[in-house]
């Protein structure tokens, strides 16, 4: 899924989530965080 803001798909009459589709999601913020422990980022808030 490329573009826009994940919440507004997530609440539009359309959507559809599908498996693969999630384990992209989960993959890429587990990335994400990885990444900014490795340069001793500070994250907040995530939920």
């Known amino acids: 899924i490329s573009g826009g803001e994940l919440f507004e798909r997530v609440v539009a009459d359309d ?3 599908t498996e693969k589709d999630s384990i992209i999601f989960v993959r890429q913020i587990c990335e994400a965080v990885a990444y900014m422990h490795q340069k001793n980022l ?3 808030d995530l939920k």
């Open 42 to 44: 500070v994250h907040m």
């Open 15 to 17: 959507f559809t989530l």
